[in-house]
């Protein structure tokens, strides 16, 4: 059975990558139960230290779809394991890469398995990272950042 969660994330800052593709700066906020939820999230950060000094369509929600072996009834508080990616690839420049979201971390152990044997991740093995979210719970960036450009400034 699959089930639709909600991730929630900022984007802005406009920067390039290894490849000498443009790439946007990111945080993750968290993953909802509800397409709503997220929403509220987003009405209560708007106006917080370095989301307020971009516009409010850096903030991005994705929808996504898990298979489940079994019912799942109240969503919130469910354990989500994102797998993720960073190296540092020159001086203050970071490369990040989210290969997925997934319902256990074993089956993120398993993406992860199958990323290291990739010649771009052979050598940046170290770089591989699992978190866990808990679905309505776990939120980021709850006081707010601050952004490389408002630092300079």
């Known amino acids: 059975m ?15 990558d290894l490849s000498g ?3 946007k700066s990111s945080c ?18 708007k106006d917080k230290p370095g989301f307020n000094q971009y516009p409010i369509e850096c903030f991005k929600i994705q929808k996504i ?3 489940f072996d079994h019912e799942i009834g ?15 690839f020159e001086k203050g420049k970071d ?5 997925g979201v997934y319902n256990s971390e074993v089956n993120a152990q398993k993406e992860q398995h199958q990323q290291m044997k990739k010649r771009k991740y052979a050598t940046l093995q ?3 990272n699992i978190a866990k979210w808990k679905v309505d719970v776990d939120f980021e960036w709850k006081e707010g950042f601050e952004s490389f ?5």
């Open 65 to 67: 779809g898990l298979k």
């Open 28 to 45: 993750n906020i968290g993953y909802f139960s509800s397409k709503k939820k997220a929403k509220e999230i987003i009405t209560s950060y």
């Open 126 to 128: 170290s770089g591989f």
């Open 2 to 16: 699959i089930k639709y969660f909600y991730n929630l994330y900022f984007e802005y800052d406009e920067t390039i």
């Open 95 to 99: 490369e990040w890469t989210i290969f």
């Open 21 to 23: 593709k443009m790439q």
């Open 149 to 153: 450009s408002n630092a300079i400034s």
């Open 74 to 88: 109240n969503k919130t508080g469910i354990a989500l394991y994102e797998l993720s990616h960073e190296f540092e």
